[in-house]
């Protein structure tokens, strides 16, 4: 699918300030450092003790719409890529809305979505779209946020190690100089990837993270693959036209391992989850806005963003800087 004309105008990331590195995971779990660094490239990762998801989105939000430089009066939506909001209601962009206090009056869509660790391209999408139809005139929020931290089970090596917390928004506007192109997908899964929900009256099972973890990474890979080949197709571009590929941070290994059935160089795709693990949702927009810190992204530069997570969900946008 195409639809030309976004721009990202503002970015802004927030992490908690608590690390958990995997020393620290050595004394809670059978595990250690260097276990942990060859199978996943995971160093430490933020861990949230007082900052709700919300809390962490709009810190993000704030710095975006500080780095864009517009005022609230142009915010027409608030679109928040979330598998582990505050409360099943209301919602964690409404929560955002009212921390953001904008003015009696000014209408402001504000939703969540929740597609786990491919949110971030599906939001994208959503926001292209809305920019394309109702409100061409107005800029958008997408934010990325999540506290994975709530639903780990710090008993299971296989799992705690790899989740962390943090928040990544981009304020967007419509622009007829910059491409944009979008392979969303699904597929009907719940054994893979799973945290329960609300449990019935009587029952008490806890909602924690389940894996499957050799066949998410088959996923993964799969994913990655497959995502970059059809938006390259849409947009009629080679992987020379490409600055960089910004995938979902799961695993350093998935990323490698995709890369190399791909024959790419790995300095192709940006890489950050030594600092942070999976941030699930959050991941590609803290990742953006790293490499923009670091002077990495320039104006004009095509990227290719991948998400791939339960559901099974995957997507990718490309689009320009």
Not at 55 to 80: C, H, N, S, T, Y
Request: some cysteine; proline content about 4%; aromatic content about 8%.
């Amino acid at each position: 699918m195409e639809l030309s004309g976004l721009k990202i105008v503002g970015i802004g990331h927030a992490v908690p300030e608590k690390i958990l590195t995997n020393q620290a995971l050595e004394k809670m779990v059978d595990t250690s450092d260097e276990w942990i660094v060859t199978r996943t490239g995971i160093r430490e990762r933020r861990i949230a003790e007082k900052e709700n998801t919300s809390v962490l989105g709009f810190w993000a939000a704030q710095r975006a719409m500080e780095d864009a430089g517009i005022p609230k009066e142009r915010i027409g939506a608030i679109i928040v890529a979330t598998c582990t909001p505050d409360d099943y209601q209301p919602s964690t962009a409404c929560r955002i809305h009212q921390l953001l206090e904008f003015a009696n009056g000014q209408p402001v869509m504000a939703f969540d979505i929740n597609v786990a660790c491919t949110g971030f391209p599906y939001a994208l999408t959503v926001a292209n779209g809305l920019l394309a139809t109702a409100m061409p005139d107005r800029c958008i929020l997408v934010i990325g946020a999540e506290t994975m931290s709530k639903f780990v089970d710090y008993t299971d090596r296989n799992t705690c190690i790899l989740f962390g917390d943090g928040a990544g928004a981009v304020v967007v506007e419509r622009s007829m100089e910059q491409e944009f192109h979008s392979y969303l997908s699904a597929k009907g899964d719940d054994t893979m990837f799973r945290i329960p929900g609300a449990p019935f009256a009587g029952e008490h099972a806890p909602s924690l993270i389940s894996m499957d973890g050799k066949s998410v990474f088959k996923f993964a890979v799969e994913s990655i693959q497959t995502c970059v080949g059809h938006v390259l197709e849409q947009a009629g571009l080679e992987m020379k036209d490409i600055s960089y590929i910004v995938t979902h941070q799961a695993n350093r290994r998935i990323i490698t391992t995709a890369a190399k059935k791909m024959d790419l160089p790995l300095e192709k795709f940006f890489m950050n989850i030594e600092k942070y693990g999976n941030t699930s949702a959050a991941s590609i927009p803290i990742a953006l806005d790293e490499m923009k810190r670091q002077n990495l992204s320039r104006p004009g530069d095509r990227l290719i963003l991948v998400g791939f997570g339960s559901g099974l969900t995957l997507g990718a946008v490309l689009l320009q800087w």
